[in-house]
């Protein structure tokens, strides 16, 4: 069993990514820390805690960070409601996060853990950063960050930049930095690999669980005729599927001022750096992803 923290913004994708891991038996979340994104942090936490509730398990909550570490606030309820999960009416929470904040509940479950956790990170980076800034012996003890984020391709915040790296290109350049195992799941793939019309059909007919996650994914703003990208889930994929996708080593640089704050530029012909700091995800085999998300939630939701 994979154990793991997920880091977030619910957010619709990170929504649904969060019910693939709350249900898989093959996974154990040990953890879902929250940070402001696609809404305020009061609001991710609470629909963080709607799902948990809603699938009844008991996983704790801790709420991170309020805001960007420089940067302002800018939240996407554009794209997610101003409930951030809208398109299904979820009971109020009986539920309440934990009293500790985000960073020191990882601390505590990093520490506690005999060996290194797998984290997955589909918000802006600000807890992760924190975290490294305030116990830099936490590293030791993390295995992969597997980072909803970035992109080599185009932006969708501006020409070049992505919303998780743009919403606070500092955290993002210290977790670049950081000499950890970074996957990059970015826009290059995320953009590509859609949940297709056939498959949001097929997962809503499973039972109440499909009737949500159709509620939510009809709501999301994110969609073309290929179908809806759900970006945080290809993290969850990605876990279980590396060989579902092409990837390559490069060194990444977070541009954290400037009129293309938020980009993530790669060092492709390797001419600043011998070393490289991430592993990025270039392309997505999609047929195997929609696959896969619909037989979770026909096997285990
Ligand atoms: C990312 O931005 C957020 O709006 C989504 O939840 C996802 O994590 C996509 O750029
Ligand atoms: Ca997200």
């Given amino acids: 069993m994979t154990k793991i923290i997920f880091d977030c ?16 038996p093959a996974l154990k979340l040990e953890l879902i820390t929250t940070v402001a994104g696609n809404v305020t942090v009061d609001k991710t936490s609470k629909n963080a805690l709607k799902l948990v509730e809603f699938f009844n398990k008991e996983v704790p909550v801790a709420a991170g960070a309020k805001k960007p570490l420089i940067k302002q606030y800018e939240d996407a309820s554009h794209i997610h409601g101003q409930s951030g999960m809208d398109g299904y009416d979820f009971p109020e929470p009986q539920r309440t996060v934990v009293a500790k904040d985000a960073v020191v509940a990882m601390h505590e479950l990093l520490q506690a853990s005999p060996e290194p956790l797998t984290i997955l990170a589909t918000g802006a980076y600000t807890n992760l950063a924190l975290l490294l800034a305030q116990y830099p012996e936490d590293k030791a003890k993390i295995k992969q960050v597997i980072l909803m984020g970035g992109t080599l391709s185009r932006g969708n915040m501006s ?36 949940i297709t019309e056939a498959s949001h059909q ?38 279980q599927h590396p060989e579902a996708f092409t990837t390559k080593d490069y060194w990444v640089d977070v541009v954290t001022e400037g009129p293309a704050l938020g980009a993530t530029v790669a060092d492709v012909r390797a001419a600043y750096h011998q070393e490289t700091n991430v592993k990025v995800c270039l392309d997505i085999d999609t047929d195997s992803f929609n696959e896969w998300f619909v037989n979770k939630v026909k096997d285990n939701m």
Wanted: hydrophobic share 45%.
């Fill in 9 to 24: 913004d619910p957010g619709i994708d990170d929504g649904v990514a969060l019910a693939v891991a709350l249900t898989d």
């Fill in 159 to 194: 020409s070049v930049a992505e919303f998780n790296v743009y919403s606070d290109p500092q955290a993002a350049e210290i977790v670049f930095k950081s000499g950890l195992d970074l996957v990059m799941v970015g826009l290059d793939v995320t953009l590509k690999g859609r």
């Fill in 202 to 239: 097929a997962i809503a007919k499973c039972g109440p669980a499909g009737q949500m996650l159709d509620g939510i994914i009809s709501a999301d703003g994110d969609k073309t005729e290929a179908g809806t990208a759900i970006h945080d889930l290809q993290t969850v994929f990605y876990l």
